[in-house]
């Protein structure tokens, strides 16, 4: 794959598509930047997109519903996809994704 694609190549969700396929994904999606501590989406927000991390790390928290503090519970890296359950099942986001340092992601509406 081109380099435009390439991270997209890294992700399970399109790691066997042919390059067409992830070039017609690319025209489809806006590259954003997300600098430190920016919040890409909130838990119980709308899904109505999902994200592949081009370049950098996101973090993944959830909020306990008993008001606990929150909790990191992954870290995600280059070809990951983010989003994509609330995007696909309607419901709220599950978790917040904040950015550590610096990212780029590519947005699917």
Do not use: W
Not at 21 to 45: N, R
Not at 64 to 77: C, E, Y
């Amino acid at each position: 794959p081109t380099p435009e694609v390439d991270f997209l190549s890294q992700s399970e969700l399109f790691a066997n598509q042919a390059p067409l396929v992830l070039t017609a994904v690319l025209s489809q999606g806006t590259f954003e930047h997300v600098g430190p501590a920016g919040i890409v989406f909130k838990q119980g927000d709308p899904g109505d997109r999902m994200y592949v991390i081009k370049s950098g790390v996101l973090e993944v928290i959830t909020q306990p519903s008993d008001n606990t503090p929150s909790v990191t519970v992954a870290f995600l890296g280059v070809g990951e996809v983010v989003g994509e359950l609330a995007l696909l099942t309607g419901s709220p986001r599950s978790a917040t994704i904040r950015c550590p340092e610096n990212a780029s992601v590519c947005r699917l509406d």
